[in-house]
C-alpha cells in the first residue's frame, strides 16, 4: 500500500512501516526509546513490535489500565512520572502502541512533557487505524466528557499494520466499522455500497476499506486542520453519539457501549433529523437504520434517561456559546455543518431509534 503523507508526516503501511520506522530511528538516533502500552496490547502486541525494532538504543515498557475510563489526567500523570522516573530527556521517543485511547493519551503526554517529546503511533484497533492516525488530535477526557483537555500534535509517523486486528475482539472491530460506515454516508457512497454488501464481517473485506478512509481523513484534515469548517463533517453521527457513549459510561446500572455502538445510534438518529431539516430521503433512512441493527446490537434507551444525554450535549467540545451544532445530509455526499435542533426533535429522533 502506499504510504499517505500527511502534514509533516507519513502514514506507513505494513512491512514497509517497520523499515521507515528503524530508519527513523537510526537518523533521530532518540537516547532512550519507550514504547506506551495497556495490558492488551503489551501481551498480543508488544511482542510483534519489538521483534521488528531494530536498535541498541535501552526500550523501556509504560504500561496502563486499558479502558476509556482510563483516558484522563490521572492517568497521564503516572505516565509523566514514569517517564521522569525511567530518565526520559527532550531527546527521547514514545511509541503508542494501542488503540485510540493510547494513542490520544500517549500524543498528549508526549507533547506536553519537557514541552515536548517526539513520539510514533502505531494504532492497533479498526478504530484508531481510520480515525486517530491523522488529524493531530490528542487529548484526555474531563469526568465523562470525551477529549475535552488536549492540543493538535503530529507525530514523526504512523505504522498501520493489519495483523494487529487479529489480536482485537470482533466486538472492536465492529466498533471501527462505525467510522468506516461514517466516511461511507458523507464523503464517499461507494464505501457504504460495499459494507451494505458485506455477508460476514473479515478482516480481509475490511482491510480493503482501511486505506481508502485513511486517505479521505487526511484529505479532510489536511484542507481544515483546526475544524474551521470541511472537517466538521467528521463530526457527523458524533454529536448525540458521544452523549450517549457518555451516558452509557457514566451509569454504574448500564453496559458501557463501545465508540462505534455509540456512533451507530448517532448516525441513525442524526440521519433521521436530516431527513426532517434538510430532506434526506426517507427510505434511505430505513435503509441506514436496518444495516446499522444488523451490525450493532440494538441499544435500548429508556425515555427517563433522555434528558441527561441531552444535557451532555451542551458539553460537546464542539458547541459555540452553548448551542449545540450538528452536521446533517440532505443526501449521500451531501452535508450541511452547523444545524440547530430543537430539544422536541431530538427526542424525536431517539424515540426513532428506539422504535
Given at each position: 500500500?502506499?504510504?499517505i ?24 538516533n ?9 495490558e ?8 510483534i ?20 475510563e ?38 498528549f ?10 513520539f ?27 477529549n475535552?483537555i ?16 487479529a ?73 448525540l ?34 431527513e ?10 430505513a ?25 451532555l ?13 450538528f452536521?446533517?445530509?440532505s ?25
Amino acid at each position: 500500500m502506499q504510504p499517505i503523507l500527511s502534514n509533516n508526516y507519513y502514514v506507513n503501511f505494513q512491512e514497509d512501516a517497520y523499515m521507515k520506522l528503524n530508519a527513523y530511528i537510526a537518523k533521530s538516533n532518540p537516547s532512550k526509546i519507550f514504547i506506551l502500552v495497556d495490558e492488551n496490547t503489551n501481551e498480543n502486541c508488544l511482542p510483534i513490535l519489538l521483534q521488528t525494532i531494530e536498535t541498541i538504543k535501552e526500550i523501556e515498557i509504560i504500561e496502563i489500565e486499558a479502558g476509556e475510563e482510563n483516558k484522563n489526567l490521572d492517568t497521564c500523570t503516572g505516565v509523566w512520572q514514569a517517564l521522569t522516573e525511567l530518565g526520559a530527556d527532550r531527546k527521547s521517543l514514545l511509541i503508542n502502541l494501542g488503540g485510540g485511547v493510547i494513542t490520544d493519551l500517549g500524543g498528549f503526554v508526549a507533547s506536553t512533557f519537557k514541552r515536548g517529546i517526539s513520539f510514533v503511533n502505531i494504532p492497533t484497533t479498526l478504530l484508531s487505524m481510520v480515525d486517530a492516525s491523522v488529524g493531530g488530535k490528542t487529548g484526555v477526557d474531563l469526568g465523562v466528557l470525551k477529549n475535552q483537555i488536549g492540543l493538535f500534535s503530529d507525530p514523526e509517523m504512523v505504522l498501520i499494520d493489519t495483523q494487529y486486528l487479529a489480536t482485537v475482539p470482533e466486538r472492536e472491530i465492529r466498533s471501527g466499522l462505525a467510522e468506516i460506515i461514517k466516511y461511507g454516508l458523507t464523503y464517499d457512497v461507494t464505501i457504504w455500497e460495499k459494507i451494505k454488501n458485506f455477508n460476514t464481517l473479515s478482516l480481509e473485506n475490511i482491510s480493503t476499506l482501511i486505506h481508502r478512509s485513511i486517505e479521505i481523513k487526511n484529505e479532510v484534515v489536511t484542507e481544515d486542520p483546526k475544524e474551521g469548517g470541511l472537517r466538521k463533517v467528521l463530526n457527523f453521527g458524533h454529536t448525540l453519539g458521544h452523549a450517549v457513549e457518555s451516558y452509557f459510561l457514566e451509569s454504574e446500572e448500564k453496559e458501557k457501549l463501545t465508540h462505534g455502538e455509540a456512533i451507530a445510534i448517532g448516525m441513525i438518529t442524526e440521519c433521521f433529523i436530516s431527513e426532517k431539516l434538510l430532506g434526506f430521503p426517507l427510505n434511505e433512512v430505513a435503509l441506514i437504520k436496518d444495516e446499522c441493527l444488523k451490525i450493532y446490537n440494538k441499544v435500548q434507551i429508556d425515555t427517563k434517561d433522555y434528558d441527561a444525554i441531552l444535557e451532555l450535549l451542551i458539553h460537546d467540545k464542539k458547541n459555540v456559546g452553548g448551542q449545540v451544532n450538528f452536521v446533517l445530509l440532505s443526501n449521500y455526499e451531501k452535508y450541511k455543518f452547523d444545524c440547530k435542533v430543537d430539544k422536541a426533535l431530538l427526542i424525536e429522533a431517539l424515540n426513532y431509534y428506539n422504535s
